[in-house]
């Protein structure tokens, strides 16, 4: 993995630059690719707008497929706390980017992620970072959905995990059947919450509950 993509991923992966220096490349073979992609295109990217695009692209796609590079395990890395709690733990709304493996454009949308702890517990914002690890990637957001799921059974070993995406997608409101206000909702449940249905329904009710104000 490039050294500048390293440092990104192993500093925090919420970083959003890749600094490069005036007159610099980022990665001069992944910049010629991009110049060549506008030129078939019938631009000019010698031209003052575009000086620069080959770069911002090369360097803004490493970011958003930044997830090949980092596991679960290294996310959450020591924030597993030992605990009695029995109760299901639930974070909804988190918000989520990522690019569709056909097209190459964007969906994005809402997770709502929900586990029975079973002598352990996560700190909260490592379930968002989970799910940015497979997020950013090319995805399909059936896949997404059942990564997300089983990354966080295998690192809590809880008794159950439930997870549910909302997401719009790009290819469907730009291009095809154009439709700007559809949404696309998957979900994954593993352990308690596909055996038991109370369990399941007890998630599905307070994911549409409304946001505390």
Do not use: W
């Given at each position: 993995?490039?050294?500048?993509?390293?440092?990104?991923?192993?500093?925090?992966?919420?970083i959003g630059?890749?600094?490069?220096?005036?007159?610099?490349?980022?990665?001069?073979?992944?910049?010629?690719?991009?110049?060549?992609?506008?030129?078939?295109?019938?631009?000019?990217?010698?031209?003052?707008?575009?000086?620069?695009?080959?770069?911002?692209?090369?360097?803004?796609?490493?970011?958003?497929?930044?997830?090949?590079?980092?596991?679960?395990?290294?996310?959450?890395?020591?924030?597993?706390?030992?605990?009695?709690?029995?109760?299901?733990?639930?974070?909804?709304?988190?918000?989520?980017?990522?690019?569709?493996?056909?097209?190459?454009?964007?969906?994005f949308g809402?997770?709502?992620?929900?586990?029975?702890?079973?002598?352990?517990?996560?700190?909260?914002?490592?379930?968002?970072?989970?799910?940015?690890?497979?997020?950013?990637?090319?995805?399909?957001?059936?896949?997404?959905?059942?990564?997300?799921?089983?990354?966080?059974?295998?690192?809590?070993?809880?008794?159950?995990?439930?997870?549910?995406?909302?997401a719009c997608?790009?290819?469907?409101?730009?291009?095809?059947?154009?439709?700007?206000?559809?949404?696309?909702?998957?979900?994954?449940?593993?352990?308690?919450?596909?055996?038991?249905?109370?369990?399941?329904?007890?998630?599905?009710?307070?994911?549409?509950?409304?946001?505390?104000?």
């Amino acid at each position: 993995m490039d050294t500048k993509l390293t440092k990104v991923v192993r500093e925090g992966h919420y970083i959003g630059s890749l600094d490069v220096g005036p007159g610099e490349h980022y990665d001069p073979e992944f910049e010629a690719s991009v110049e060549e992609i506008l030129t078939r295109l019938g631009e000019d990217p010698k031209r003052e707008g575009l000086k620069r695009t080959p770069q911002r692209v090369a360097k803004a796609l490493d970011f958003l497929t930044s997830g090949y590079h980092m596991t679960v395990e290294e996310v959450v890395k020591d924030a597993l706390f030992e605990d009695e709690c029995e109760e299901m733990v639930i974070v909804k709304d988190v918000e989520f980017y990522s690019l569709c493996e056909h097209h190459m454009l964007p969906f994005f949308g809402r997770a709502h992620v929900g586990y029975l702890p079973k002598g352990r517990i996560v700190g909260l914002s490592k379930i968002a970072r989970v799910i940015d690890v497979f997020a950013r990637r090319l995805q399909v957001q059936e896949r997404l959905t059942t990564q997300i799921a089983s990354g966080l059974m295998s690192v809590l070993n809880a008794r159950g995990v439930g997870v549910v995406l909302e997401a719009c997608h790009f290819c469907m409101v730009m291009r095809g059947v154009q439709k700007q206000n559809s949404q696309t909702v998957t979900s994954a449940m593993l352990g308690t919450f596909r055996e038991d249905s109370r369990t399941r329904a007890e998630f599905m009710d307070l994911i549409r509950r409304s946001s505390v104000s």
